[in-house]
């Protein structure tokens, strides 16, 4: 089976004399999909983004909230372990996250009203819906 091109199958590539080869990394960026769209994947993953809204504590679990932070006061001298759960509100979307964040007690503020931990973290006694304290646990019982 003879083709039209026999004579010329396996003869090398020509090459140019005035250039050199392009290195194959950049040969390869050559045939990179092309974004159109650019930050779309961005936005729809970001829009994807699940978020949480803030729960409102009802009367009681706000007065035993109270009940433990007013512990919590008379015993930061001791800067006892605590466990906080609060909420994060999202910068880019309505709604947040629920965050706990674990440490030892270093005060706890009226103004700004803000629990501030040994590692320096502050969090502010609003966003806060639950403690978890071993001190809590001996003042409860």
């Known amino acids: 089976m003879s083709g039209v091109y026999d004579d010329i199958l396996h003869l090398a590539r020509p090459q140019s004399k005035k250039h050199r080869p392009m290195p194959m990394e950049d040969r390869a960026a050559q045939f990179l999909p092309f974004a159109a769209l650019t930050g779309y994947d961005a936005a729809v993953s970001e829009t994807a983004r699940l978020t949480e809204a803030r729960v409102e504590l009802d009367p009681q679990e706000a007065e035993r909230l109270g009940a433990r932070l007013a512990v919590l006061v008379k015993r930061q001298q001791e800067q006892p372990e605590l466990s906080l759960l609060y909420y994060v509100p999202d910068a880019r979307k309505a709604g947040g996250a629920y ?43």
């Open 99 to 141: 965050v706990t964040v674990s440490g030892r007690l270093r005060k706890i503020t009226d103004f700004p009203r803000c629990i501030y931990l040994t590692d320096g973290s502050r969090i502010p006694i609003e966003d806060i819906v639950a403690v978890e304290s071993p001190c809590l646990r001996e003042n409860m019982d």
